[in-house]
């Protein structure tokens, strides 16, 4: 299976809101609600920011927000902040009853 | 507070064999299923595979197979990876990484370890 696709880069300037979209297909994205978002520091493990699409774990900042049309999810970060910079990752289950990751986006806050 | 806990860096040769462990505390270990994820130097996450922590049934990606092994010590809540007839390509940080799920689907991971770094060289 290839990875879902995700822009390689976004970036924004404080305060802003960003948008990363993570494309797939009818067999994963497009056919569960079982999609994911990480953000991933640089040296660090990835943190579970989104959840079945649009649910944030406790103490997630309310400033991320997901959701999905079709076979595309995305992620919203709104009032960027420095510390948002970061690498980000999709992920969906899959009719092979797997996981998928995105190829990741990192995100420049300028 | 749910923690998973790996062994430290690797280096290995060429050829060697490496197992990296994963110890789980905060929660009842065989209620939730762990994933393994590899990420290679300056690359994104790639899913290894999956160990069904009551049964201790695991199940590997594509790409995963063979040399790659996955089990369990329920008495001491830790999963292990091992590698075999390493490769310079298998260098990459692994993690363990909690599915919230139960133990019979595999679709998220909210809890992961530290990882793993594993250098072969010659």
């Known amino acids: 299976q290839s990875a879902l696709t995700q822009p390689a880069s976004v970036s924004g300037s404080p305060g802003q809101s960003i948008t990363i979209s993570c494309t797939g297909t009818?067999?994963?994205?497009?056919?569960?609600?079982?999609v994911s978002w990480y953000q991933q520091h640089p040296g660090k493990a990835p943190k579970l920011m989104i959840y079945?699409?649009?649910n944030r774990p406790s103490g997630v900042s309310n400033r991320f927000s997901g959701s999905k049309s079709g076979n595309t999810a995305s992620l919203t970060i709104s009032g960027l902040q420095a510390e948002d910079e970061a690498d980000y990752y999709c992920?969906?289950?899959?009719?092979?009853?797997?996981?998928?990751f995105g190829g990741g986006t990192k995100l420049t806050v300028l | 507070q749910v923690q998973l806990v790996q062994s430290g860096s690797e280096l290995k040769k060429p050829g060697a064999s490496v197992k990296v462990s994963c110890k789980a505390s905060?929660?009842?270990?065989?209620?939730?299923?762990m994933n393994w994820v590899r990420q290679a130097p300056g690359q994104g996450l790639e899913w290894m595979g999956w160990?069904?922590?009551?049964?201790?049934?695991?199940t590997y990606a594509q790409g995963f197979t063979g040399r790659f092994v996955f089990s369990l010590d329920t008495s001491v809540s830790t999963a292990y990876l091992q590698i075999s007839s390493l490769k310079a390509e298998d260098t990459a940080v692994y993690y363990c990484?909690?599915?919230?799920?139960?133990?019979?689907?595999?679709?998220?991971?909210?809890?992961w370890g530290q990882g793993t770094l594993v250098t072969v060289s010659s």
């Open positions: 990484a909690r599915d919230p799920y139960g133990v019979d689907i595999v679709a998220t991971s909210d809890y």
């Open positions: 992920s969906s289950y899959t009719s092979s009853s797997t996981p998928l």
């Open positions: 009818s067999s994963d994205v497009g056919g569960y609600n079982y």
């Open positions: 905060g929660y009842t270990f065989t209620s939730y299923a």
């Open positions: 160990i069904n922590t009551n049964t201790g049934n695991p």
């Open positions: 079945e699409v649009s």
